[in-house]
């Protein structure tokens, strides 16, 4: 069985410390701080607010990584591409999947109803979200792919915020004319 690479494996630490380590961190300065954490009416609004943006974040997950699987041959380790990726969303985006995800630590810190998590830590850790893209993601893409992804990186945005872009990756919507 193919291993994952180490970069697959320390983004995936990372991902867990920002959501497990962030409530853990925020719900203490909550409780600590005594503020409206264990109001009902504050959790029956993020409550709900919460599950839909986890909801489209794991939409977009899907939709990215379906059309990834294309990219992968046998013997490629897991989470990897080999070949460079153009087709179905990702001709609408270059990073379709991390975009979407960027919303996992602001609809849990909704779901957990943590103001701490809320309005402190989860944009910071949206934030590392988008760096990461912009920063290890493309350097990655760069050096695994050379001409072509630079040739790719010119035709198509990081994230599109268009509509018909916006409906395929969140609500699994394909656009016809793609």
């Given at each position: 069985m193919p291993k994952?690479?180490?970069s697959?494996?320390?983004?995936l630490l990372w991902w867990f410390l920002m959501i497990f380590?962030?409530?853990?961190?925020?719900?203490?300065?909550?409780?600590?701080?005594?503020?409206?954490f264990f109001s009902p009416i504050f959790h029956l609004i993020t409550f709900p607010v919460g599950l839909i943006l986890i909801r489209l974040a794991f939409n977009a997950a899907s939709v990215g990584g379906?059309?990834?699987k294309k990219g992968r041959s046998e013997g490629t380790p897991r989470l990897e591409t080999d070949k460079l990726v153009t087709t179905g969303i990702?001709?609408?985006?270059?990073?379709?999947m991390l975009f979407g995800l960027a919303l996992l630590p602001i609809g849990w810190s909704l779901i957990?109803?943590?103001?701490h998590f809320i309005f402190y830590l989860a944009p910071i850790?949206?934030?590392?979200?988008i760096i990461m893209v912009f920063t290890f993601e493309e350097m990655e893409c760069v050096k695994k792919f050379n001409g072509d992804y630079i040739e790719y990186r010119k035709k198509v945005p990081p994230v599109s915020f268009k509509k018909k872009c916006l409906l395929w990756l969140f609500f699994k919507k394909k656009p016809e004319n793609f």
């Open positions: 994952t690479t180490v697959v494996v320390l983004r380590g962030g409530a853990v961190f925020s719900i203490y300065h909550d409780v600590k701080s005594e503020n409206q379906r059309e990834l990702y001709s609408c985006m270059r990073h379709p957990l109803g943590s103001p850790e949206a934030l590392s979200v």
